[in-house]
């Protein structure tokens, strides 16, 4: 799966007052080491290092996590990274499939949205590379090709 394991049942849903659904708690906080680790797994997305995610959570600019509450048990994330004012990337977005179409992932970019409309400046650009059409664009995402195109590459292959 891509580095994007949202919950794509959400996507034709309103978001409504309170999108999450009953028994689950959405707090404004990034999971644990180990809850990131398990969960970009569990979604069939590529893992981090431990090093990579402990090094990486404290610089989230905000980040998101649903926990299930009976269980206690995160079962989803996601956080914006950047640099708090030009540029903001929405990243790590992901549903453990056994609580996906439970509009946890509406729950979660509506968040990260909603806190940027509150705090990133006019004229910030935030960007999202995403596998899963239908789910960003009611926020107003939309693809950037031709006019600009992505690029990447691993640490290990500099």
């Known amino acids: 799966m ?3 394991a949202v919950d794509v049942a959400d996507a034709d849903r309103g978001l409504g007052e ?3 659904s009953d028994g689950y708690e959405l707090r404004e906080t990034t999971p644990s080491v180990e809850a990131f680790r398990r969960l970009r797994r569990e979604a069939g997305m590529t893992d981090r290092s431990r090093e990579a995610v402990e090094r990486g959570l404290p610089n989230t600019t905000f980040g998101v996590h649903v926990v299930e509450t009976a269980s206690g048990s995160t079962v ?3 956080r914006l990274v950047g640099d708090g004012g030009s ?3 929405l990243s790590d977005t992901a549903v453990a499939p056994p609580h996906q179409g439970r ?3 509406t ?3 509506g968040a990260l949205v909603a806190w940027l409309r509150a705090n990133a400046p006019d004229g910030a650009y935030v960007n999202r590379f995403a596998d899963v059409d239908g789910f960003y664009e009611r926020w107003g ?8 195109k992505a690029m ?3 640490t290990e292959e500099l």
């Open 2 to 4: 891509s580095d994007d």
């Open 152 to 154: 990447g590459i691993r």
């Open 18 to 20: 309170s999108p999450l």
């Open 107 to 109: 729950a979660m970019v």
């Open 76 to 78: 989803g994330m996601a």
């Open 141 to 148: 995402f939309e693809r950037t090709a031709p006019a600009s």
């Open 103 to 105: 509009r946890i992932g």
């Open 87 to 89: 540029v903001f990337h």
